[in-house]
């Protein structure tokens, strides 16, 4: 028999883990390194549903386009006095969809996951009170990657309220053991999110999340001055290629890796054959269990992550290239908005890189080996600008593209 909705109060215990970040205060600009942030010790909240039909709602939420509509019995929903709390709460590997009722008489509806973010959609309730009560209500929460809504109506048809979506004021993240965490506030801009448990990194951000924090970096160092002349110019433009080049490793190691947790599955026999020995791959065809699949069960590990954290550098162009292309399908060459020419510089950028440390951070001429026939790239200001808006252009173009990609079940899924 299934059981009555009701308001699940969102008073949470303190938080078992150690946590690490920065933040930024929204009112004076005051930055720290400690604040509180909230974990919810449950991952679903999902009253009067099904198991079964759960567990197929987890799947079919993480699709980066799709809709959850269904008929809920709420007694104290438009009841001005009824405290907030959580209507609804699923949680589909790294994709959360959740439903609250606020304090100020709303109902919102958050959309979160690592690629597209945390964002909302809410409606007013008092459009909903009738001269007759009402108690069950109709809700549609739609999702995509451009756009999100919320329709909440009472199930007599009388009345039908309509929310359009935007980026919320905080973040919803969830980590390896499947907490949620709300980090950051409406009064409170955090970045940097880190959670620590049992000597583990459990909560990171996300690949976007990372590449913004490089271009934050970078612009704070082009903000530098020094009287010693150009010396100064070139070591802060080699600084900065150095910060860029790692940006582009990170986000394309941490994107390549959170794809999955959206529901997105990388082909691991097409990475397998790509990046594992000729010894490894003849035990894999034959059905033989491989030594980092069986090190990845005993963490409770994905396969595919320990793979891309063990075997492909992302810091080589051509690796990333090649990952991206073989597991997901994704190829720099046909990415929307980046020329050919682009690539060749975001390559020519990263040879700079290897350069800087391995010869000098104080190097003049950056490609010094091969002028002639090749014109000379003199590191300065202007040349780390470009690279920025370059590497920028990139990384945003890569990103639109995996957002797209679409999980291998895409069978819609409604609630009556």
Not at 60 to 86: C, D, K, M, N
Not at 209 to 220: G, P, S
Not at 371 to 383: C, D, I, K
């Amino acid at each position: 028999m299934q059981r009555t909705p009701t308001l699940l109060p969102r008073e949470q215990p303190a938080c078992p883990f150690r946590i690490q970040f920065g933040y930024k205060n929204g009112i004076n600009g005051k930055t720290s390194t400690a604040m509180p942030t909230t974990a919810e010790p449950m991952s679903d909240y999902l009253p009067g549903i099904p198991d079964d039909v759960a567990a197929g709602l987890k799947a079919a939420i993480q699709r980066p386009t799709g809709s959850f509509v269904y008929w809920g019995e709420y007694p104290e929903l438009l009841t001005r006095s009824s405290h907030a709390g959580t209507l609804l709460q699923l949680v589909g590997g790294s994709v959360v969809v959740k439903l609250v009722r606020e304090a100020d008489f709303t109902v919102r509806f958050l959309h979160a996951s690592p690629g597209t973010g945390t964002r909302e959609a809410a409606v007013h309730l008092e459009d909903l009170i009738l001269d007759e009560p009402c108690t069950r209500f109709f809700f549609a929460l739609v999702w995509s990657r451009e756009d999100m809504r919320l329709h909440l109506g009472r199930a007599d048809g009388k009345k039908l309220l309509a929310g359009v979506g935007g980026a919320a004021p905080y973040t919803l993240r969830v980590d390896r053991t499947g907490v949620v965490h709300q980090i950051g506030s409406g009064a409170v801009q955090v970045s940097s999110a880190r959670v620590y448990a049992g000597g583990s990194t459990i909560l990171s951000p996300s690949a976007i999340e990372l590449w913004t924090e490089v271009k934050q970096a970078v612009e704070t160092l082009l903000t530098g001055t020094s009287t010693v002349g150009y010396i100064f110019e070139a070591v802060i433009s080699n600084a900065v290629h150095t910060v860029l080049v790692t940006g582009f490793e990170t986000y394309c190691q941490q994107r390549f890796t959170e794809l999955e947790t959206e529901g997105v599955k990388g082909d691991f026999s097409a990475l397998v054959d790509a990046f594992l020995s000729r010894e490894e791959r003849d035990r894999f065809a034959q059905g033989e269990p491989l030594d980092l699949e069986i090190r990845a069960r005993a963490k409770g590990e994905s396969r595919q992550a320990l793979l891309a954290a063990e075997r492909i550098n992302f810091q080589s162009y051509d690796s990333s290239k090649k990952a991206f292309r073989v597991g997901y399908g994704v190829r720099f060459g046909e990415i929307p908005a980046i020329t050919s020419r682009d690539l060749e510089q975001v390559q020519r950028l990263i040879s700079f890189r290897h350069r800087i440390i391995h010869v000098s951070p104080m190097l003049g001429m950056l490609n010094g080996p091969s002028v002639p026939p090749e014109e000379p790239y003199f590191s300065n200001r202007a040349l780390a600008s470009q690279a920025l808006a370059l590497f920028d252009r990139f990384i945003l173009a890569l990103h639109a593209q995996t957002l797209g990609l679409e999980p291998l079940n895409n069978d819609a899924t409604t609630l009556a």
